[in-house]
């Protein structure tokens, strides 16, 4: 097997990913190296001229393959990075959307408590109107007042949570 650097493994695969039409290439391919070769990614620039050993190049070369068939970056890495914990993840967890941590981040800097027994509320992904709790959140086009909904039978019952997320949508109890 041809030696190879961390500079060229990188820019091998990035090309192998831009080719395969993968939106974020160079990132993608950044955070693999880097997880693989157990640095950051900005030892991957520091120590471009560095040989990498042949166990790795194949376990690079068998992820950078995954994610050129669409598997997700988390998937391959084994964890994703949500509200600053890192949560291990594989095929049979759902992967947190940047909205969710948008949203818990407002929830958690919000100074507002509510004690809600129904909720009646629409929220398309991060643009929502919730009716009735008399507060205005700009940042996210959000009007809540207060929230006169039915919650779904599985959380009607619950008496210890203060908050509940669901998949895009947000109970506030």
């Known amino acids: 097997m041809p030696e190879y ?7 091998e695969s990035t090309d192998y990913l831009q080719q395969k039409g993968v939106e974020n290439a160079r990132f993608d391919a950044e955070n693999i190296l880097a997880h693989y070769l157990n640095i950051s990614r ?29 598997k997700p970056l988390q998937y ?21 959307r940047p909205e969710t941590e948008f949203m818990v981040d ?16 629409q929220l398309p992904t991060v643009n929502c109107q919730l009716s009735t709790v008399n507060c205005q959140l700009s940042t996210v086009n959000c009007q809540l007042s207060t929230v006169n909904c039915q919650l779904p039978k599985p959380y009607r019952t619950l008496k210890t949570a203060s908050c509940v997320i669901k998949n895009r949508i947000y109970f506030f109890l």
């Open 76 to 96: 391959i890495l084994g964890f994703v990075e949500f509200c600053g914990c890192y949560i291990e993840v594989n095929a049979d967890v759902l992967i947190p």
């Open 5 to 11: 650097t961390i500079k060229k493994l990188l820019i």
């Open 42 to 70: 900005s030892a991957i620039y520091l120590g471009a001229g560095n040989t990498v050993g042949e166990i790795q190049i194949t376990e690079i070369k068998n992820a950078i393959i995954e994610r050129g068939n669409r």
């Open 106 to 121: 407002l929830i958690l800097q919000s100074t507002i408590h509510y004690q809600l027994s129904t909720v009646n509320c």
